[in-house]
């Protein structure tokens, strides 16, 4: 009952609790509903694949693709880790015309951007894996030979991974990692 009580009042949003955002009801709202996701293997466990080699002051995002126009706080649709594989943030990505969660929708949280269409793929090419995004504006499906063709990965290169990403509004939530420069900011300098 108490959690019900919870899920349905407002969420605080008052970053000058803690400065940061940390401390906010919707940091810990968050942090509550991803705590299974705290190790990045236990978010590939439960699909979100890696669409990003290491970014400083941001980290490796993995990303669940089925998992846009979220329902609730626990179904981010990326998840953010440090370079120890601990969840650091949490993405939200709404499809146009799609409903925000009422969370993210009250007075204070900020922070929202737009991302284009585009693809992700991951390739191997010599041994090495590599994270890759390109714009994408063809209805066809990516394939390794044509992301040859549009010189997007080299001829002897194996494609593991692609998915075409629709235009999204997004927001990023350091829920788990404290952030100098706020809840909602683009990266986190705290992170190496």
Aim: proline content about 8%; hydrophobic content about 45%; overall charge negative.
């Amino acid at each position: 009952m108490l959690l019900l009580a919870l899920m349905c009042a407002p969420l605080r949003v008052d970053a000058s609790v803690s400065g940061d955002g940390y401390d906010s009801d919707l940091a810990q709202a968050v942090r509550a509903a991803t705590e299974r996701y705290r190790l990045v293997v236990w978010a590939q466990h439960d699909g979100y694949v890696q669409t990003t080699d290491y970014i400083a002051s941001f980290g490796t995002m993995y990303t669940n693709h089925d998992r846009f126009d979220p329902k609730d706080l626990g179904a981010p649709t990326v998840l953010v880790y440090d370079v120890a594989g601990r969840l650091a943030a949490c993405g939200y990505q709404f499809q146009q015309g799609a409903t925000v969660l009422p969370a993210l929708s009250v007075p204070g949280v900020t922070g929202w951007y737009d991302i284009p269409r585009h693809v992700h793929y991951n390739i191997i090419v010599a041994g090495m894996t590599y994270y890759a995004q390109q714009p994408w504006s063809t209805e066809q499906q990516p394939t390794a030979a044509l992301l040859v063709k549009m010189g997007f990965m080299p001829s002897d290169g194996k494609l593991l991974f692609a998915f075409v990403h629709p235009p999204a509004r997004a927001i990023i939530v350091w829920a788990w990692a404290p952030n100098p420069t706020g809840l909602f900011a683009a990266d986190n300098p705290s992170l190496p």
